[in-house]
């Protein structure tokens, strides 16, 4: 089990640190102890092996002592992010038949309705800077409920109840349920297991990533992600790394902490790592010590890529960023770069070892090299299933006749001769333009190349004629965004799509400049509200533009 792991692997070392938070550290041997507490705990309250335990929380040490808690118990965790839509909170905890639930209180009143709504027998509000020598001077919110309780309280609750022993372990035993949304913006429950965990932990160090003990990993992804609690929490923490812990998803802070605390690993998005190219935020300070900066769940340009590395490169750092590919349906990882490989630019890197990755038409006939199609996985680290839905469960997974079983990501991409997985997006992020399929990040992917756009996302919008056309949304850079005149910079950024694809129908006649994307309850872009928008569109005829390219190709 999971417990197991990180126990066997530390009992010997119980005086190196585990955790850091907020100016306090914790080393194994406390580390060890808060586990236990936690185990009387939830057992005096009495949840047992194959039980569901509730959490809407981020990423401090209290998910850290109830992660290991439930595996040691045998119960599973289902950790719900506080952005999903209080009736499906609700009702994932009803169907779990979960008898507690811990809220970190910054999330207690986002989801108040939807705990109400749960009819819980148990509630404990977790303060969020409960392990931090910070909590004497925050404020602390009042209970409302007379089943509430806050997480000391649990703590002291559990105080004499018997340290039983730790379940053993069984081939695909239930360990946690984590979160994905879809374009419908709806969260799906993953089940896994302790081998979906086990055998991608153990696959990072043949993989080539220095996961020595005594170094820092900043620990940033939300564990209701499966990378969150996996790759960010599990992986380091059984190899004796240490987890720095900051539960806000901001840049500045991120930026901040890995310079001031000299941490050597993180797996962070494209986002965050974007902070680094910000002189107001690095000003004149190094950091030599970061040794493998991962990014991965967004797209991250060639372009940007540079940008990002230069910058790393003049304070000091030699590491370049490296990223990474996967899905929550496969346990975290499927492949990823390491340093000690020259991967192409534009690629996501080779799979872990034990993970075929295998690209497919819509025939389910596997493509050779370099052939784009259906991105497959063959992995140990996957889902057991999608939570209460078995009909999502039978059309993700695919068995081929020499009985692999393979899971459909959804995804569509390339392998090229070395092995090298290049994604390219969403099997189901297109638009039908005069009868073709048009997949819009092949749009995207030219108007980005255009130094003056930070960002760019491709969708169908419907005309009043009923058709689909394509629409897209910039955001440019700050330092041109006052000064570019937008129209001739749209023109050239049509002329550039025609140019690669020589196809009127792949350029794009509407446009919205924006500063920002509008987001959905499930933290990924609202797609149905940018369809929607009707103010400050610009049309510009593709049409026009080409007939004077043709004027001039004839002069």
């Excluded at 126990?7 to 060890?32: P, R, S």
């Excluded at 057992?43 to 998910?63: H, L, M, N, Q, W």
């Excluded at 970061?290 to 790393?312: D, H, M, R, T, V």
């Amino acid at each position: 089990t999971v417990y197991e792991e990180i126990y066997v692997n530390n009992a010997k070392y119980k005086n190196d640190l585990a955790i850091e938070f907020f100016g306090t550290k914790i080393n194994y041997k406390n580390f060890f102890k808060n586990i236990y507490s936690t185990v009387k705990a939830l057992r005096e309250y009495g949840v047992k092996k194959g039980d569901y335990v509730s959490f809407c929380i981020a990423g401090i040490p209290e998910t850290a002592y109830a992660f290991y808690a439930c595996s040691y118990i045998g119960a599973v965790g289902n950790f719900m992010t506080p952005n999903m839509y209080l009736d499906d909170m609700a009702n994932n905890i009803k169907i779990s038949e979960s008898k507690i639930l811990f809220v970190m209180d910054k999330f207690y009143e986002k989801v108040q309705d939807g705990i109400e709504k749960s009819e819980l027998e148990n509630v404990v509000v977790v303060p969020t800077l409960n392990s931090s020598i910070l909590k004497f001077i925050s404020p602390k919110m009042k209970l409302q409920k007379s089943n509430e309780l806050f997480w000391n309280q649990f703590i002291k609750d559990g105080k004499h109840h018997k340290l039983e022993e730790q379940v053993s372990y069984e081939k695909d035993m239930p360990l946690v349920v984590v979160y994905s949304s879809g374009t419908t913006g709806r969260y799906k429950g993953i089940l896994l297991s302790n081998d979906s965990f086990q055998n991608s932990i153990h696959a990072y160090p043949a993989s080539g990533v220095d996961v020595s003990r005594g170094q820092k990993f900043y620990q940033i992804i939300p564990p209701w992600v499966s990378t969150g609690l996996s790759t960010s929490l599990h992986l380091p923490l059984t190899y004796g790394t240490s987890v720095f812990m900051d539960p806000r998803f901001e840049r500045e802070p991120f930026v901040k902490n890995i310079i001031n605390h000299k941490i050597n690993y993180a797996v962070a998005t494209t986002t965050m790592y974007e902070g680094f190219l910000d002189e107001s935020l690095v000003k004149d300070k190094t950091w030599p010590f970061i040794n493998y900066p991962f990014q991965g769940g967004e797209a991250l340009s060639k372009e940007k890529a540079e940008k990002i590395n230069k910058a790393f490169l003049e304070h000091g750092c030699s590491a370049k960023i490296r990223t990474a590919y996967g899905q929550c349906e496969c346990g975290a990882a499927i492949v990823t770069q390491t340093q000690k490989i020259n991967h192409p630019a534009g690629s996501s890197g080779i799979p872990l070892p034990g993970i075929n990755v295998g690209i497919f038409d819509e025939g389910k006939n596997e493509l050779g090299y370099n052939m784009r199609g259906n991105i497959y996985v063959n992995t140990p680290c996957g889902m057991l299933k999608y939570f209460n839905n078995d009909e999502l469960t039978q059309n993700y997974f695919y068995v081929d006749n020499n009985g692999v079983k393979w899971s459909l990501t959804g995804d569509i991409g390339y392998i090229d001769e070395n092995g090298n997985l290049f994604v390219e997006g969403r099997s189901n992020d297109y638009t039908i333009v005069n009868g073709n399929k048009i997949y819009n990040f092949d749009i995207e992917k030219i108007v980005l190349k255009n130094e003056s756009v930070k960002d760019c996302d491709v969708i169908a919008k419907t005309n009043d004629r009923n058709e689909q056309q394509l629409f897209a949304n910039i955001i440019y850079e700050e330092k041109y965004a006052d000064d570019i005149d937008i129209q001739e910079n749209l023109k050239e950024i049509q002329k550039s799509i025609y140019e690669e694809y020589g196809d009127l129908s792949m350029v794009p006649n509407l446009f919205k400049i924006r500063k920002e994307f509008p987001c959905a309850m499930s933290g990924k872009r609202d797609i149905k509200k940018m369809q929607a928008d009707e103010e400050g569109l610009i049309s510009l005829d593709i049409n026009k533009i080409i007939n004077q390219k043709i004027k001039i190709r004839k002069i």
